[in-house]
C-alpha cells in the first residue's frame, strides 16, 4: 500500500449561517487518499477514499507502519489531533484523537520517526493559540506527555530534531524560532531566534545529517543552520514567496522542496557550499500550500523518460504527459504540490540532472 497519496483540504462557505459571526466562521474539510499506478509507464492516479471532515490544516503519514497498519495523522479546524490507519481492505478509519488547546485550530503536526524506527512514537503539534502539545502513542489512546505556551500567537509549525527528538522545534507568527528540551522542561527555550523578519512557519531536520535544520518564513527567506550553533544561519536565499512548506529529499537529503505560496514551488540544490535553485514550478494558478517527495522505490518511477503532470481537483481528474525527454540514466524524482483556493493536486517530475534534458 506504499503507492497511496493524501490530500486533504480546508475551506470556509462563501455564506455564513445566520447565527454565525465573521469570526466564528466554520471552516470545512475533506480527506482525499488517490493511488498512484506507474505500471504501465504511463502514471495515473485515481481517487479510492474521501472523507467529509473538519478543516485540516496539516497531514503526515508516520514513516512505519503503527501496529500493522499504514497510518497517518491530522490536524483539524476544531482543534483536534486525529490518528487514522489504512486498514487490510483499503478502507481508512479513524483510530484515536486528543483535544488540543480549546477554541483553536490545529496548525501543524510531525512524527518522530521520520529517519527510522522509533520505540516510543510521539507527534508534536501546535495551535492558534500559541500552544505546543506533544502526544505519545499508547496503545489506541493518544497520551498527553507535555503542552506549553510557545507563542505569543500563532505557532504556526513544530517539528522535532529527528536526530534528537528530546529537542522540539517551533515557529510563530510573533517571527520567533525557538528550541526546547523535553528533559529539562518547557518553562524556557533553550534558544529563542528572531534571526526571520516576520512569521517562521516551516521547519524541518535534516534526514541524513544530524545537525542540520531547515526553516522558512513569510519574510520570503529559507534558512539553513547548524542545530550546534543557532546564532545565525548557514546558508540562505530569497525565494520571492513565503516559504510556507520545507521538505527535505528524505533519501539522500540532496535537495529541499518548498511551498513558496504566492511565487510557486522550489526545489534547491544544496550540494554546494550555498544552496541555489535547480528547479521553480509554477503551474499552479493559486498560493502554493503543499509539497511533498515521493517515497515510492526508484525502480518502480521508471516512466521511459518522460516527465509527467498530473492533476487532480474535487470534481475531476486530469493528467497530462509531457514531451521533454530525460536521459534515463538520471533519477526521476517524483514531487506532489497542492495549491489553496482550486484546490488542486498537481504530480510532477524532477531530474536529478536538468542540464541532460533534451
Known sequence: MN????????????KLESTESAGEQTRVGCLYMYSLDTQS?????????????PGVLDIKWSCEPVQGHPTFALVNSIGELQLYKLGSNKAVSIETKAELSPHSLGLSLEWNNLTGHSEDLQIVSSDSSGHVHVHQLGGASLDTIDTWKAHDYEAWISAFNQA?????????????????????????????SKRHTMGV????????????????????????WDTRQMKSPTQEVDLGGGVWRV?????????ILTATMYNGFHVLDMTGESCSIASHYSEHQ??????????LPS??????????????????????????????EHCQNVISTCSFYDH??????????????E
Not at 503507492?3 to 462563501?14: Q, R, T, V, Y
Not at 488542486?344 to 534534458?357: G, R
Open 3 to 14: 503507492n497511496k497519496i493524501i490530500e486533504a483540504k480546508f475551506s470556509i462557505p462563501n
Open 41 to 53: 509507464g504511463v502514471p495515473t492516479l485515481q481517487q479510492c477514499t474521501r472523507l467529509d471532515m
Open 164 to 192: 534528537n527528538t528530546q529537542l522540539v522545534f517551533t515557529g510563530g507568527d510573533d517571527c520567533r524560532l525557538k528550541g526546547w528540551d523535553l528533559r529539562a522542561g518547557t518553562a524556557s527555550p533553550v534558544f529563542n
Open 201 to 224: 512557519c516551516s521547519i524541518q531536520s535534516n534526514p541524513i545529517e544530524p545537525h542540520m535544520l531547515a526553516t522558512g518564513s513569510y519574510d520570503e527567506h529559507l534558512l539553513v
Open 247 to 255: 521538505k527535505w529529499e528524505p533519501n539522500t537529503a540532496r535537495y
Open 286 to 295: 493559486s498560493i502554493g500550500y503543499g509539497a511533498d517527495w515521493c517515497r
Open 299 to 328: 525502480k518502480m518511477m521508471d516512466f521511459h523518460g518522460k516527465q509527467f503532470t498530473a492533476s487532480a481537483s474535487t470534481e475531476e481528474l486530469q493528467l497530462e504527459c509531457s514531451n521533454t525527454r530525460v536521459k534515463r
Open 344 to 357: 488542486l493536486l498537481k504530480l510532477w517530475t524532477f531530474s536529478d540532472c536538468t542540464e541532460n534534458t
